[in-house]
């Protein structure tokens, strides 16, 4: 309904013309977000108006702040759910900058939820795999881990994350060397309770 009235437009125009802004990309990014969950149309959509450009670009602009970061790995998590966003998202620097942001603020479960996500899904394709490990997504996934074992959400985010990412011989082993498999033992026995 949202995207039928013009609102995919409406909300990348404002995040253009606000690019300075870190309260309208952060808000910008979250409806992005909320838009793109489960609706393929919407996801093409927003691809196709480049909104995948724009949530990088304000991700880059703001590193500083955690919430632009959150908002943003967050859109990308759900934009990265299509298969051509995911091509997309990689091509246009999207892996780098969730790294960088996961990396920034490390004491943010939310970026570190967030961002464990988004990586999840760019490592469907084996592109990503390689530009994930390059960034270093290998150190910033189980650093997320071990900085919020206490929060289940992290710990499932960043297992998921570094079981898509095992899908590549030479990251598995580097997973290992990082101590990813340690920290994966550590989040199972905190949380043994959870069956996320």
């Given at each position: 309904?949202?995207?039928?009235?013009?609102?995919?437009?409406?909300?990348?125009?404002?995040?253009?013309?606000?690019?300075?802004?870190?309260?309208?990309?952060?808000?910008?990014?979250?409806?992005?977000?909320?838009?793109?969950?489960?609706?393929?149309?919407?996801?093409?959509?927003?691809?196709?108006?480049?909104?995948?450009?724009?949530?990088?670009?304000?991700?880059?602009?703001?590193?500083?702040?955690?919430?632009?970061?959150?908002?943003?790995?967050?859109?990308?998590?759900?934009?990265?759910?299509?298969?051509?966003?995911?091509?997309?998202?990689?091509?246009?620097?999207?892996?780098?900058?969730?790294?960088?942001?996961?990396?920034?603020?490390?004491?943010?479960?939310?970026?570190?939820?967030?961002?464990?996500?988004?990586?999840?899904?760019?490592?469907?394709?084996?592109?990503?795999?390689?530009?994930?490990?390059?960034?270093g997504g290998i150190e910033a996934v189980p650093a997320g881990m071990?900085?919020?074992?206490?929060?289940?959400?992290?710990?499932?985010?960043?297992?998921?994350?570094?079981?898509?990412?095992?899908?590549?011989?030479?990251?598995?082993?580097?997973?290992?060397?990082?101590?990813?498999?340690?920290?994966?033992?550590?989040?199972?026995?905190?949380?043994?309770?959870?069956?996320?």
């Amino acid at each position: 309904m949202i995207a039928a009235e013009g609102g995919i437009e409406t909300v990348l125009a404002g995040m253009g013309k606000h690019r300075t802004s870190a309260g309208v990309q952060e808000q910008g990014c979250a409806a992005l977000r909320m838009i793109s969950v489960g609706n393929d149309d919407n996801k093409a959509k927003i691809r196709a108006e480049r909104g995948v450009e724009l949530v990088i670009v304000g991700m880059q602009k703001h590193g500083e702040s955690a919430g632009v970061q959150e908002a943003g790995c967050a859109a990308l998590r759900n934009l990265s759910a299509n298969s051509d966003n995911r091509v997309k998202i990689g091509a246009a620097g999207g892996v780098a900058v969730v790294i960088a942001g996961m990396q920034e603020h490390g004491k943010s479960a939310g970026v570190q939820e967030q961002g464990c996500w988004a990586l999840l899904n760019l490592a469907f394709s084996s592109d990503n795999r390689v530009k994930i490990g390059a960034a270093g997504g290998i150190e910033a996934v189980p650093a997320g881990m071990r900085n919020h074992v206490g929060l289940a959400a992290v710990q499932e985010a960043g297992c998921r994350a570094l079981v898509n990412l095992a899908l590549n011989d030479d990251i598995r082993g580097k997973i290992g060397a990082e101590g990813g498999i340690k920290d994966v033992i550590a989040g199972m026995r905190k949380h043994g309770e959870s069956a996320g």
